[in-house]
């Protein structure tokens, strides 16, 4: 009589586990068995609703004082909060910020901000020194911050979108209308960039349309912006429009997860 294939068996069963387990929970251990061990600073303190993650995952944690940081750690803080972190020099990581920790090729730490304001402490010579950058620019500054005057914008009523001036092919979703709706609020931003590229070319220039594609953070930030198509080519005026984007801050967006936005500005002269 043959033995049992104990190790097919146990294979097998843990292939069914994994098909059947969660997804958040199968997230939430992958988050504990492959972050990182190397602890390179830490969380002193904790004010609002703010979330961490590690390298390689989207399940996102709530960040507690105490927490240990390693390297592929990233955090994210919202309108209401702000975390103290415990580096040479330590610094707090204000309201709608992102940040993640970089190992540089000396083994030294990066401390990445990908958007949003640091406030720098006292040096601290009993902790790991950091090198803290944006857009691979090193931070000078005791208080820095990516967006200089933040336009901070209630979601508009979501209920109604007939009177979008957007072809609703192009808007996949519900909360896709309601962000062009509320960008379309801030015209005035907008039109700011349009009087510069007036000025530039000391009269009307040619008019068109700029389609965005726009990242946008659990926290109603715009982390990212890209240019897909434009009518309009001059640099300086995609910049401006880039800058305005930057600035956005969605005060009441209900979001789980990072989404993409479609966002097409049109422009026409006489």
């Known amino acids: ?66 927490d240990t940081v390693s390297f592929g750690d990233s955090f994210i803080t919202h309108g209401d909060s702000k975390i103290l972190f415990v580096f040479d020099p330590s610094f707090w990581l204000m309201p709608y910020s992102k940040i993640e920790f970089l190992k540089n090729a000396d083994g030294s730490v990066n401390g990445h901000l990908i958007y949003g304001e640091i406030k720098k402490l006292e040096a601290n010579p009993d902790a790991l020194p ?63 960039c349009f009087v510069k590229l007036y000025k530039k070319q000391n009269g009307p220039p040619k008019g068109g349309e700029t389609t965005f594609d726009l990242l946008i953070q659990v926290n109603g930030v715009i982390e990212k912006t890209n240019v897909t198509s434009s009518d309009i080519q001059d640099t300086d005026y995609l910049d401006c429009l880039k800058q305005v984007f930057r600035r956005v801050r969605f005060k009441n967006i209900v979001i789980k997860e990072p989404i993409h936005a479609t966002f097409p500005l049109s422009i026409e002269t006489p």
């Open 1 to 66: 009589m043959k033995k049992p294939h104990y190790y097919i068996l146990i294979a097998v069963a843990l292939l069914i586990a994994l098909v059947l387990l969660p997804q958040a929970f199968l997230e939430k251990t992958a988050y504990r068995l492959f972050r990182s061990s190397e602890n390179i600073g830490k969380v002193k303190d904790v004010i609002g609703k703010t979330e961490k993650s590690f390298a390689g995952s989207s399940q996102r944690v709530a960040a507690n004082a105490g």
């Open 130 to 192: 950091i090198a803290l950058n944006f857009e691979e620019k090193t931070i000078t500054e005791a208080e820095f911050t990516s967006a200089p005057e933040p336009i901070e914008v209630p979601m508009a009523p979501g209920q109604d979108f007939k009177t979008l001036a957007v072809n609703q092919a192009t808007l996949q979703s519900d909360i896709e209308k309601q962000i062009f709706q509320t960008l379309l609020l801030q015209k005035k931003y907008f039109q700011t």
